[in-house]
């Protein structure tokens, strides 16, 4: 995740925003929304002052750059005076002093590629292109909700690109005094935020991807084509053919499997996954939503208090189910198998399996997150490109270690934190399973043991550390909070719950229970009752007007909802599957649940990529509702979900098929052959997002 603590720390700095009250608009405020356009300013003051009126190097000699710089800006002056198109343009894409100020519009974008765009041929060998920039106008005074906000302004500039920002910033100078004479305003322009349409060549890392992708994507196509039109009998099909064929990959996808032809198959899940990675995709679309040039900012405010808003605020539950379900899974295929192999657990293979599986997708996004997305993507917002490209650059072997959720603060690909803390369960899981193999119901109670320990250590630290995540206890330092969001004994009691109920499960397959209707109507009431809790027992405490939590209560709520919610969970795969589940198991152990799941371990990767391409493509201010981002969810998610597909058939199936070759070939007499079943036990136990259908012949061994 991009850390749900961004909303957090969004709402924080509107925490005490008061209502604008008559009086406040105060004698800045009202002269600087009297100006014209900040383009149209700067030209007039300097459409007629020469190098000697300028006076800008008074404490330096300046430098070639400086002069090729001045010599630039006259001709622009002088094209200017004389109308020409290019000079005009170049003040047209200026922003101005946007309009809703009071309501929180804080940024105005000007027009990106109007300024880019720019080229003017000067002499043969030299030319005057557009540079765009954001000057960044701080006030001393503000209107009490806004100065709460901000005390600055973002507008969009745009300039010769040989000037650089320090040379502008002396021209801003003299405009500031020139216009205000004052102290409380001030201009200035940071050269990480311009962008000319001179783009950087490539580097060798990105070579590197260009390539390896494109090499994928051949031999994909070459397999492909061959599969398609020289293997007419599928059976007959050459390994290496049937793993890189997308013809093959796309019909592992989309076959629907009846899960009543294989008793082992546990239908719901593929709709709990499904409806987990829909809320994942949807909560982190509000946080690029928030943080984004919007018109009404200060509306967040009363958004906040809105009783929707805790479904994303409370967004860290979908983690919690994927945890839920990988724990789930990993035991009830893993005991599975040992039981055909008389306890035999191959614990360095079954690691070996996993990482097949997941760490090519990982490094492969990394370099695409890293050296793609700026290739692929611009926009005003997009100066510097990728947000943790410089995370990235540091600290990269983190994420490939699985440990960058307690050795960095600031993790490469910002969410696959929760792959770290997976594999680190999944670390643990063969002493796990080889107790529960050996000792039974007292292994059992003793992992219920370690469930306990785990929620009371999270409870201590939260009470000793003060930790609070809710947004009106934060603090500005949100450092202490992310470690805590970040740390594995925080997320352990879901995974071990749900690797509980697999060996339940386990232990009762195939196992009618008898259950009345007061037994059932019992234990529906009782689990929608915990997962409403937890969504919603702290909505009275997100009112602004609300007095703060203590300490006591915040660890009491977060401890106790990180048991209720799996054990709600626990009921809901029960009744499912024991046939008390009506509507709720018709919906969730659809067939059509089938194709996503298989791609939610791409889908999950992936969804940051686009949802940060496309936040910074904006041009304009956006308006921020809940309407307005279920609009964007859907359009992002389905690119998303494209992405995730072609990935899929160039990387994780061609690395998932070769994982396969590995495994030992197991055929049992109650299952068809593997063949005719999608191999995903493995994807469901390198990562919770995947689909839950199984074969007892891609289990671990």
């Given at each position: 995740?991009?850390?749900?603590?961004?909303?957090?720390?969004c709402g924080l700095v509107l925490v005490s925003a008061a209502q604008l009250k008559?009086?406040?608009?105060?004698?800045?405020?009202?002269?600087?929304?009297?100006?014209?356009?900040?383009?149209?300013?700067?030209a007039e003051h300097f459409r007629n002052a020469s190098l000697t009126d300028l006076d800008l190097f008074q404490s330096r000699i300046p430098s070639q750059d400086d002069l090729l710089c001045l010599e630039d800006m006259a001709q622009f002056m002088q094209a200017l005076t004389a109308g020409k198109l290019w000079a005009l343009r170049m003040i047209d894409a200026w922003g101005s002093i946007p309009s809703g100020l009071l309501y929180g519009n804080i940024v105005d974008l000007g027009n990106f590629d109007e300024c880019i765009k720019i080229s003017n041929e000067i002499t043969s060998s030299h030319s005057i292109n557009g540079k765009y920039c954001f000057l960044k106008l701080s006030i001393g005074s503000l209107p009490q909700n806004v100065a709460l906000l901000t005390n600055s302004l973002k507008i969009a500039s745009c300039f010769p690109a040989s000037c650089s920002a320090a040379i502008m910033d002396l021209f801003l100078e003299q405009l500031m005094q020139q216009l205000f004479n004052s102290g409380s305003l001030s201009m200035n322009i940071k050269e990480?935020?311009?962008?000319?349409?001179?783009?950087?060549?490539?580097?060798?890392?990105?070579?590197?991807?260009?390539?390896?992708?494109?090499?994928?994507?051949?031999?994909?196509?070459?397999?492909?084509?061959?599969?398609?039109?020289?293997c007419q009998d599928q059976s007959s099909v050459p390994s290496i053919v049937k793993i890189c064929s997308a013809r093959s990959s796309s019909r592992t996808i989309f076959r629907i499997v009846d899960s009543k032809s294989n008793p082992n198959v546990i239908s719901c899940l593929d709709g709990i996954r499904c409806m987990s990675l829909f809320w994942v995709v949807f909560g982190h679309e509000y946080i690029f939503s928030l943080l984004s040039p919007n018109i009404n900012t200060l509306n967040m405010i009363s958004w906040v208090e809105q009783p929707f808003s805790s479904l994303?605020?409370?967004?860290?539950?979908?983690?919690?189910?994927?945890?839920?379900?990988?724990?789930?899974?990993?035991?009830?295929?893993?005991?599975?198998?040992?039981?055909?192999s008389n306890g035999s657990l191959n614990a360095p293979l079954m690691y070996l399996h996993r990482l097949i599986r997941i760490v090519p997708v990982l490094a492969v996004a990394i370099l695409v997150y890293m050296k793609f997305m700026p290739v692929v993507s611009g926009g005003p917002l997009f100066a510097g490109g990728y947000t943790g490209s410089a995370v990235c650059e540091s600290g990269w072997f983190w994420t490939l270690l699985f440990v960058q959720n307690y050795?960095?603060?600031?993790?490469?690909?910002?969410?696959?934190?929760y792959l770290a803390v997976d594999m680190q369960l999944y670390l643990i899981s063969p002493l796990l399973l080889i107790a529960l193999y050996k000792w039974g119901k007292k292994a059992a109670a003793g992992i219920v043991v370690l469930v306990l320990l785990v929620s009371s250590c999270l409870f201590a630290t939260m009470m000793i550390k003060k930790y609070s995540l809710v947004l009106t206890n934060l603090s500005?330092?949100?450092?202490?909070?992310?470690?805590?969001?970040?740390?594995?004994?925080?997320?352990?009691?879901?995974?071990l719950i749900g690797f509980l109920f697999g060996y339940f499960l386990h232990l009762n397959r195939g196992k009618k229970f008898q259950l009345g209707r007061i037994a059932v109507w019992s234990g529906w009431v009782l689990s929608l009752a915990m997962l409403f809790t937890s969504m919603f027992a702290l909505y009275p405490a997100t009112q602004w007007s609300a007095p703060p939590l203590s300490t006591l209560e915040e660890a009491l709520y977060y401890t106790l909802t990180r048991v209720g919610w799996p054990l709600?969970?626990?009921?809901?795969?029960?009744?499912?599957?024991?046939?008390?589940?009506?509507?709720?198991?018709?919906?969730?152990?659809?067939?059509?649940?089938?194709?996503?799941?298989?791609?939610?371990?791409?889908?999950?990767?992936?969804?940051?990529?686009?949802?940060?391409v496309n936040s910074k493509n904006t041009r304009t201010s956006t308006y921020f509702s809940d309407y307005t981002v279920m609009l964007k969810f859907w359009s992002d998610f389905g690119f998303?979900?494209?992405?995730?597909?072609?990935?899929?058939?160039?990387?994780?199936?061609p690395f998932g098929g070769f994982d396969n070759l590995l495994r030992p070939k197991v055929k049992s007499k109650a299952e068809p052959p593997a063949s005719q079943l999608p191999s995903l036990e493995t994807r469901k136990t390198e990562d919770p997002k995947k689909t839950n259908t199984q074969s007892e012949s891609s289990a671990d061994n």
């Amino acid at each position: 995740m991009v850390n749900v603590l961004a909303v957090f720390v969004c709402g924080l700095v509107l925490v005490s925003a008061a209502q604008l009250k008559d009086g406040d608009v105060l004698q800045d405020y009202q002269r600087l929304t009297g100006l014209r356009s900040l383009g149209v300013e700067f030209a007039e003051h300097f459409r007629n002052a020469s190098l000697t009126d300028l006076d800008l190097f008074q404490s330096r000699i300046p430098s070639q750059d400086d002069l090729l710089c001045l010599e630039d800006m006259a001709q622009f002056m002088q094209a200017l005076t004389a109308g020409k198109l290019w000079a005009l343009r170049m003040i047209d894409a200026w922003g101005s002093i946007p309009s809703g100020l009071l309501y929180g519009n804080i940024v105005d974008l000007g027009n990106f590629d109007e300024c880019i765009k720019i080229s003017n041929e000067i002499t043969s060998s030299h030319s005057i292109n557009g540079k765009y920039c954001f000057l960044k106008l701080s006030i001393g005074s503000l209107p009490q909700n806004v100065a709460l906000l901000t005390n600055s302004l973002k507008i969009a500039s745009c300039f010769p690109a040989s000037c650089s920002a320090a040379i502008m910033d002396l021209f801003l100078e003299q405009l500031m005094q020139q216009l205000f004479n004052s102290g409380s305003l001030s201009m200035n322009i940071k050269e990480a935020s311009c962008q000319t349409s001179e783009s950087k060549p490539w580097d060798g890392m990105t070579i590197f991807t260009v390539v390896l992708l494109g090499l994928m994507g051949t031999l994909v196509a070459l397999c492909t084509l061959y599969d398609y039109f020289l293997c007419q009998d599928q059976s007959s099909v050459p390994s290496i053919v049937k793993i890189c064929s997308a013809r093959s990959s796309s019909r592992t996808i989309f076959r629907i499997v009846d899960s009543k032809s294989n008793p082992n198959v546990i239908s719901c899940l593929d709709g709990i996954r499904c409806m987990s990675l829909f809320w994942v995709v949807f909560g982190h679309e509000y946080i690029f939503s928030l943080l984004s040039p919007n018109i009404n900012t200060l509306n967040m405010i009363s958004w906040v208090e809105q009783p929707f808003s805790s479904l994303i605020m409370h967004g860290v539950f979908s983690v919690d189910s994927f945890f839920f379900v990988g724990g789930l899974l990993v035991a009830v295929i893993a005991l599975r198998s040992m039981e055909k192999s008389n306890g035999s657990l191959n614990a360095p293979l079954m690691y070996l399996h996993r990482l097949i599986r997941i760490v090519p997708v990982l490094a492969v996004a990394i370099l695409v997150y890293m050296k793609f997305m700026p290739v692929v993507s611009g926009g005003p917002l997009f100066a510097g490109g990728y947000t943790g490209s410089a995370v990235c650059e540091s600290g990269w072997f983190w994420t490939l270690l699985f440990v960058q959720n307690y050795a960095t603060s600031n993790i490469c690909l910002a969410h696959s934190w929760y792959l770290a803390v997976d594999m680190q369960l999944y670390l643990i899981s063969p002493l796990l399973l080889i107790a529960l193999y050996k000792w039974g119901k007292k292994a059992a109670a003793g992992i219920v043991v370690l469930v306990l320990l785990v929620s009371s250590c999270l409870f201590a630290t939260m009470m000793i550390k003060k930790y609070s995540l809710v947004l009106t206890n934060l603090s500005a330092d949100t450092s202490a909070n992310k470690k805590l969001y970040f740390a594995t004994h925080r997320h352990a009691a879901p995974w071990l719950i749900g690797f509980l109920f697999g060996y339940f499960l386990h232990l009762n397959r195939g196992k009618k229970f008898q259950l009345g209707r007061i037994a059932v109507w019992s234990g529906w009431v009782l689990s929608l009752a915990m997962l409403f809790t937890s969504m919603f027992a702290l909505y009275p405490a997100t009112q602004w007007s609300a007095p703060p939590l203590s300490t006591l209560e915040e660890a009491l709520y977060y401890t106790l909802t990180r048991v209720g919610w799996p054990l709600a969970l626990c009921w809901i795969v029960f009744a499912c599957m024991q046939g008390h589940g009506g509507l709720a198991n018709s919906f969730l152990s659809s067939p059509l649940w089938q194709p996503l799941s298989r791609l939610s371990y791409s889908v999950y990767i992936w969804h940051m990529f686009m949802l940060e391409v496309n936040s910074k493509n904006t041009r304009t201010s956006t308006y921020f509702s809940d309407y307005t981002v279920m609009l964007k969810f859907w359009s992002d998610f389905g690119f998303t979900v494209l992405m995730a597909y072609v990935f899929y058939l160039i990387i994780e199936a061609p690395f998932g098929g070769f994982d396969n070759l590995l495994r030992p070939k197991v055929k049992s007499k109650a299952e068809p052959p593997a063949s005719q079943l999608p191999s995903l036990e493995t994807r469901k136990t390198e990562d919770p997002k995947k689909t839950n259908t199984q074969s007892e012949s891609s289990a671990d061994n």
